[in-house]
């Protein structure tokens, strides 16, 4: 058996767990800037009429509808802000063969629903405005303790087919949430 004997004075420890603090601030700092996505938006370019893309860092943090509408928008999606149903479910313990590919949708998509098993989440659905004619989509957000955790742009004229947030040719969309 070993013992182990330290002398600290108080400002010592007291340096130590400012350190230790400082180190736990970092870590929660990076773990919650690994939810943020990065989003392609479209913009108008010069005066002959270019588009020119640019990055937009997006947070997934979604407090409230303007947020949830504004990270949409960032995904090129101009939804309906009046449109929301929100709705509690459950994601499935057991994921069957459909929600299995629903699941790897997410995860190309970053999102990561494996850790989300059986647990209770809100579904943000909104009508998605920026679509050509006769094509009915919606938005659908999964979101949990105030953070995206999944999404996806749902056919309503293709019998429910469900394609990625940032898939802007699902029905012919017209690419940027500006239209």
């Known amino acids: ?41 479209a913009i108008a370019g010069s005066a002959v009429g270019e588009v020119v893309t640019e990055t937009t860092d997006v947070s997934t943090k979604v407090t409230s509808n303007e947020e949830r509408v504004a990270y949409l928008a960032a995904c090129g999606w101009k939804v309906d802000p009046d449109s929301c149903v929100m709705q509690e479910v459950i994601i499935p313990s057991d994921f069957d063969d459909v929600y299995q590919s629903y699941v790897q949708m997410q ?47 749902t056919s309503l004229s293709e019998g429910g087919t469900a394609y990625g947030l940032m898939d802007n040719t699902v029905g012919a969309a017209q690419g940027s949430a500006e239209n």
């Not at 007291?14 to 939810?35: E, I, N, S, T």
Request: aromatic residues 4%.
């Open 107 to 153: 995860a190309r998509q970053g999102f990561d629903l494996e850790k989300y098993r059986g647990k209770r989440v809100k579904l943000a659905t909104y009508t998605v405005q920026n679509v050509q004619d006769g094509v009915e989509l919606e938005a659908n957000l999964l979101i949990r303790r105030n953070r995206v955790i999944a999404g996806d742009i």
């Open 1 to 41: 058996m070993f013992i182990v004997t330290a002398k600290l004075s108080g400002r010592k420890l007291l340096c130590g767990a400012a350190a230790l603090a400082a180190v736990l601030l970092g870590v929660h700092v990076a773990a919650q800037m690994a939810g943020d996505v990065s989003a392609l938006s």
